[in-house]
């Protein structure tokens, strides 16, 4: 025997399983040296600080260490 529902899924029903199932925004927070928002748990992209240390060189760094 195969697995075959017994009674119709009310539409009521599929919808309320079914609002799982969409996008969510991703949580930002503002970073405490630049006040610009980022992912929770990352590194801020510009300016490089995660929990109040240095962590990875910007772009705009790497540019003007070039020069």
């Not at 029903?13 to 610009?36: F, M």
């Not at 980022?38 to 992209?45: D, E, G, M």
């Amino acid at each position: 025997m195969t697995g075959v529902p017994k009674k119709r899924v009310s539409q009521r029903h599929q919808g309320e399983r079914r609002s799982q199932i969409r996008l969510k925004l991703p949580s930002l927070v503002t970073c405490p040296n630049c006040h610009r928002l980022r992912l929770q748990h990352h590194v801020c992209p510009s300016c490089g600080y995660y929990r109040g240390r240095k962590v990875i060189e910007t772009a705009a760094e790497r540019r003007r260490s070039q020069r």
